[in-house]
């Protein structure tokens, strides 16, 4: 099956730049020019991967992000002229998985590319509602955590950590980002309940599965 990306951005001259690129890399794309047609889009066509401009008509591309966070766990890759770090800590804490700043190389947003397409083949769905990373199956329907013939008992925070892990293994979650969906909640003052929850999680998996990545986050390993 074609590996679909969708590339929202209303300057014609970028889309086409990365189309030609990216169909050079046997991808098959499609296009939004504003915001409202990038959801409109991502509905419709169900797109592996999203590339997506700040500064975009009728929805930006924060606002676009934060709906898709509602509704999909797709790789978003930001493609901006706001090249700010505090640009690109919004846009990474609203659920992006890359950014690139504009002006940028082509050769570089294909990489970055492949690079998600790498993670999430990290994660095979053995069959529907299943999710699976090396030797663990996790099941979204019944919420349950096996390893091998075992099943691992999880309370509900640990199994949405579990669940955020396996769907993209080998990517680096900020603390941030497994508080706010494990818990539910918005992350505001750093407590230790994250590395006590990953501690206990550690501890049940019997395994290096979850790592530790100094002054970043954790990482599930494939």
Not at 48 to 75: F, T, W
């Amino acid at each position: 099956m074609d590996y679909k990306i969708l590339i929202a951005d209303d300057e014609p001259e970028i889309r086409n730049l990365l189309r030609l690129y990216l169909e050079n890399e046997n991808y098959h794309v499609i296009e939004a020019e504003d915001g409202q047609r990038a959801l409109d889009l991502l509905r419709a066509e169900q797109p592996a991967l999203c590339i997506l401009d700040i500064m975009m008509p009728k929805i930006d591309g924060y606002h676009v992000l934060q709906q898709i966070r509602k509704e999909s766990n797709i790789p978003v890759i930001i493609l901006s002229a706001k090249d700010a770090d505090s640009e690109k800590i919004l846009g990474l804490n609203l659920g992006a998985d890359d950014y690139l700043a504009k002006p940028f190389n082509p050769l570089e947003a294909v990489a970055r590319v492949n690079s998600r397409r790498f993670y999430s083949l990290g994660t095979k769905v053995v069959q529907e509602g299943n999710l699976a990373v090396r030797d663990l199956v996790l099941n979204q329907d019944a919420c349950t955590l096996k390893k091998g013939d075992k099943i691992i008992q999880l309370t509900s925070v640990e199994y949405r950590i579990m669940e955020l892990l396996m769907k993209h293994p080998g990517k680096v979650f900020t603390k941030q980002q497994i508080y706010e969906h494990g818990w539910g909640e918005e992350y505001i003052v750093a407590d230790n309940n994250i590395m006590v929850c990953i501690s206990k999680l550690r501890a049940k998996l019997d395994d290096d599965y979850i790592q530790t990545i100094r002054g970043l986050g954790y990482r599930l390993e494939k």
